[in-house]
């Protein structure tokens, strides 16, 4: 998951030199999206009704692409709101956010994702991170702070892209810790799938004029590559590993591992673009490592009912 958000930070970003933020957005989204509802349609007509083994959290693969349960009223109200919070508005503050504010600016903000998540778990009782676990989350934010945050200026011209990350980071604080629910008596998939359609119903009409003015007779071979790419790996293949780990090893563990995506773009950055890999961010580097390592140890998560 952290291979693919991070090398899909440069793809995205060189597709924008083409391409409206907004606009690029929408079309992976409507993609990513058709590609979720046909697995799960293909899944319930090749086998309706069957199951994959319980989710019992002792199999990390039970239960991923279909379970039998029903998807009820509560469900659906549920999967609309995640929709909305979790794609919908996400995708247009992270994409309008960064457009605006500036790469070390983005980065500190999506580096508190973590602390926002374990907060809101703990004050919802999802989670009871440890002492380890704050200690863990700190140090990896420090570390983020000396990769990326050496010259991170806090200019009036970019507050409202810096408003606009620090937005998205919560609505996918919210979107993480809402989904654990449903992911208990649903699968990864049809969860992420249908919360995606429905935030994409949602989206195209917030990004609807850069959609209508974009001239796609004008977009290079390579740009329809990295939206297919980012279509396809960023949205459907890595979101479905996060809620799987969310599932397994709760949000708040989960959540540390996002600190790493800003690394693996530095080191893409490194090696495709020749930027320089200076001694500080070798040393900020192990430090989000060790505190991605710290948040493993000491951990009580609490149960979620298969009922809510």
């Known amino acids: ?23 690029f957005n929408v079309v992976r989204m409507v993609i990513a999206s058709g590609v979720f509802l046909a697995i799960i349609v293909s899944i319930r007509r090749r086998a309706p009704g069957a199951a994959e083994p319980p989710v019992d959290g002792g199999d990390a693969f039970a239960g991923i692409f279909h379970t039998p349960a029903p998807v009820t009223r ?8 995640l929709g909305i919070v979790g794609h919908a508005l996400y995708q247009y503050f992270f994409i309008g956010g960064l457009a605006r504010t500036s790469v070390a600016n983005s980065s500190l903000m999506l580096a508190a994702t973590p602390v926002v998540i374990a907060l809101m778990g703990a004050a919802l009782g999802q989670d009871r991170p440890a002492p ?12 983020i702070y000396i990769v990326v945050g050496q010259g991170a200026a806090l200019k009036v011209e970019e507050l409202a892209g810096d408003a606009m990350m620090f937005a998205a980071v919560c609505c996918w604080a919210v979107y993480t810790l809402g989904s654990r629910h449903l992911m208990v008596r649903h699968s990864p998939v049809g969860v992420t799938g249908l919360s995606m359609a429905i935030g994409t119903l949602f989206y195209v009409p917030l990004a609807w004029n850069e959609l209508r003015r974009a001239d796609w007779s004008a977009v290079s071979a390579g740009t329809y590559v990295a939206l297919g790419y ?53 040393v900020g580097a192990g430090a989000v490592l060790v505190g991605v390592a710290l948040t493993r140890v000491g951990r009580t998560r609490i149960a979620i009912p298969a009922e809510q």
């Open 1 to 23: 998951m952290t291979l693919i958000w991070g090398t899909n930070f440069s793809i995205v970003k060189s597709a924008f030199t083409e391409i409206a933020p907004q606009a």
């Open 74 to 81: 509560r469900d659906w109200l549920a999967l609309i709101a």
């Open 132 to 143: 380890l676990h704050w200690i863990g989350a700190a140090l990896s934010m420090a570390g």
């Open 230 to 282: 980012s279509a396809i790996f960023a949205l459907c293949v890595a979101y479905t590993i996060w809620y799987v780990a969310v599932r397994q090893i709760g949000s708040a563990r989960t959540s540390v591992y996002s600190n790493v995506v800003p690394l693996v773009a530095m080191m893409t950055a490194v090696v495709f673009l020749d930027e320089p890999l200076s001694a500080s961010k070798v």
